[in-house]
């Protein structure tokens, strides 16, 4: 698998997409732990690195 790169910041497109209709979430906290918030309504989720690396689909910004 390529090692995809990410910041603080960064909006990335998941493989699923968030039941309000958009798959664009904003990184807003790097570690062991990620903490994603959706871009469209603002709901804050934070999943396992490892997870976060299997459902990412592509960085866009």
């Known amino acids: 698998m390529e090692n995809k790169e990410y910041g603080l910041g960064t909006i990335v ?7 309000c209709g958009t798959n664009e979430w904003e990184i807003i906290r790097l ?4 903490k994603i918030k ?13 997870e976060f690396n ?8």
């Open 13 to 19: 497109e998941m493989k699923k997409a968030h039941p």
């Open 38 to 50: 959706c871009v469209n309504c603002g709901r804050v989720v934070m999943i396992p690195r490892i």
């Open 54 to 61: 299997k459902k990412l689909k592509k960085v866009l910004k």
């Open 31 to 34: 570690g062991a732990d990620i």
